[in-house]
């Protein structure tokens, strides 16, 4: 059966991406399995400067999920494309840049400077909850959403994917806004924002208060998002949110997305991705699916 | 570090508060390192996603035990399995105690955080060394027979004075520090031992390795949802992951926060 898809003109092996901010630079899961098996890497998302991040505590569990709110902790754009993308490349790897900034300005200096490197795909990150400037700020109302694209656009020229806010009133709008900014792709959902307590001590449980909520607890309404957003755009949709299995994967495939990423999961099961195109690979086998390509937007409505 | 899974041998209590969970690992039980963990996934609980990282409490050719508390939903629910049953662990994770060419250790614990001080006497205590565990009470007391068969001294200190000495670990470690009887400190306890501990390290200007405990993800150092706050070499203040750039670190290095 042919696993392979065409993400914004470039091949994927097969559809399952690892998601930004759970998998590092790849080198962690690298000891568990070849990474350069997966359709793609979306590597933790880079500022133009390094960026410390959030103090502790950065992380909860929650039922079926998690918040977080490391806040962009990352070594900086050049020590990326110095020490970690050589090491991808050489792996054979497809590279998905991600990339959030403070400024307009910071986002179409990353834009530029990683055109000049041998990445595949700009992942553009406009939804980051956790930072307290820029991020989600640009991702929130269609306007700024053109607005950024298109100032990216005009700079980058590598395949640009927005990555989409899911705190937003109406994501159909922006997802039009990000294709009609000039994005090849949109990926989506990130996080959901959310807010833990401890009651003894009656303090938020979370240093910066409120974090991002993902794994299972979100996948539905991730998956309402993405058949909306693929109902509403003709760039290719890139799904994520609680993918955990190859019958989830699937899914976000039926309602019209083109890949799919998975984070949360590999928290708890380093071998989350190849498990996910493994799935896959069994429902096509078991459906008489010979092209998973034949699954994107299948979905019959009732 | 592999993903492996380990049989159920069995599960003991020690003290009112702890529980021993003995594994039989298919392979590569002895490589761990006093001061490193196991990531468990809670079996079972599609509640609890998350693995929890547990303590090494000692390791007998392929059995290895952990040092587990009674105390989340998730801990708890690791505590039911039965003999026969299989969990899953990526194992051994992160860097642990060192004891180089120093021979007077004293090892300072308190609470769960007396769990992996029992491997790391197993693999370095002798009669040269010592040992103070701070329990909230008498009935909370765990391993310290264990302990002393290395040889080692090992003083008790109670919160409510049930047993042992009535007061705190960071007492009896003065007194040996005031002596000049140490040369390097491995300690894992509550923040406000751990804290009184450094501050104790750094008057006497004695070597110590504190072992953290932070909200953790995946435990491999991808996701840096544990990081710890730190002084690096430069001065500037950064973030270290407790999970693959500890959970062992030097006391000079660590900010409490």
């Known amino acids: 059966m042919k696993m392979s898809v065409n993400l914004c003109g470039v091949e994927l092996k097969n559809p399952v991406i690892a998601a930004s901010g759970t998998f590092g630079f790849g080198r962690e899961y690298d000891a568990f399995y070849d990474v350069a098996s997966l359709g793609g890497i979306s590597v933790k998302g880079l500022t133009r400067l390094p960026r410390l991040g959030n103090p502790p505590h950065r992380i909860t569990e929650t039922p079926s999920g998690m918040l977080n709110s490391v806040g962009l902790q990352n070594p900086g754009v050049e020590a990326f494309i110095q020490e970690d993308l050589p090491w991808l490349l050489e792996k054979g790897a497809v590279v998905i840049a991600n990339a959030a900034g403070s400024t307009q300005d910071d986002y179409c200096y990353m834009a530029e400077r990683l055109s000049k490197t041998d990445i595949h795909i700009l992942e553009m990150n406009i939804s980051c909850p956790n930072v307290k400037e820029g991020g989600v700020a640009f991702g929130t109302r269609p306007e700024s959403v053109y607005n950024i694209t298109a100032a990216v656009r005009a700079v980058c020229k590598k395949p640009l994917m927005v990555k989409l806010s899911p705190n937003v009133a109406d994501i159909a709008e922006v997802a039009k806004a990000a294709q009609e900014g000039g994005a090849d792709a949109i990926s989506l959902i990130n996080t959901l924002t959310g807010m833990a307590v401890d009651i003894r001590t009656r303090r938020p449980v979370l240093a910066n208060v409120v974090g991002g909520l993902s794994g299972p607890a979100v996948r539905p309404v991730a998956l309402r998002m993405c058949w909306q957003a693929a109902n509403a755009v003709s760039i290719p949709v890139v799904g994520m949110g609680g993918i955990e299995s190859g019958a989830d994967a699937i899914a976000f495939l039926m309602v019209g997305c083109t890949a799919v990423q998975v984070g949360t999961a590999n928290l708890y099961n380093p071998c989350a991705c190849p498990d996910v195109i493994r799935g896959m690979e069994e429902y096509c086998a078991q459906y008489g699916v010979e092209d998973i390509r034949d699954l994107i937007g299948s979905l019959i409505l009732n | 570090m592999k993903r492996l899974t380990a049989e159920v041998l069995h599960v003991q209590p020690m003290g009112a508060e702890m529980a021993c969970l003995a594994l039989r690992l ?232």
């Open chain 2, 26 to 257: 298919p392979e590569g039980a002895e490589m761990a390192q006093p001061g490193q963990f196991v990531h468990i996934a809670v079996p079972e609980d599609r509640a609890h996603l998350l693995r929890r990282p547990i303590s090494i409490y000692s390791v007998q050719g392929d059995v290895l035990m952990l040092g587990i508390a009674r105390k989340g939903e998730g801990t708890k629910r690791i505590l039911q399995v039965k003999p026969g049953e299989s969990l899953d662990l990526i194992y051994p994770l992160g860097k642990g105690f060192v004891k180089g060419a120093s021979r007077r250790v004293a090892f300072v614990g308190g609470g769960i955080g007396v769990a992996p001080l029992r491997y790391a006497m197993e693999k370095y205590a002798d009669a040269d060394c010592k040992a103070v565990f701070g329990y909230r009470s008498k009935d909370l007391i765990y391993a310290v027979s264990a302990c002393e068969k290395t040889g080692a001294e090992v003083v008790v200190c109670t919160d409510d004075g049930s047993a042992g000495v009535h007061g705190l670990v960071t007492g009896p470690l003065e007194d040996w520090l005031k002596g000049g009887q140490v040369d390097l400190i491995m300690a894992c306890g509550p923040t406000p031992m751990l804290r009184a501990v450094q501050a104790l390290a750094l008057r006497y200007q004695v070597e110590a390795q504190l072992s953290l405990e932070e909200h953790m993800g995946c435990g491999v150092g991808a996701c840096l949802t544990c990081n710890c706050k730190v002084k690096r070499k430069d001065g500037e203040f950064g973030y270290k992951r407790v999970c693959a750039d500890g959970p062992v670190l030097d006391a000079k290095e660590v900010v409490f926060l």
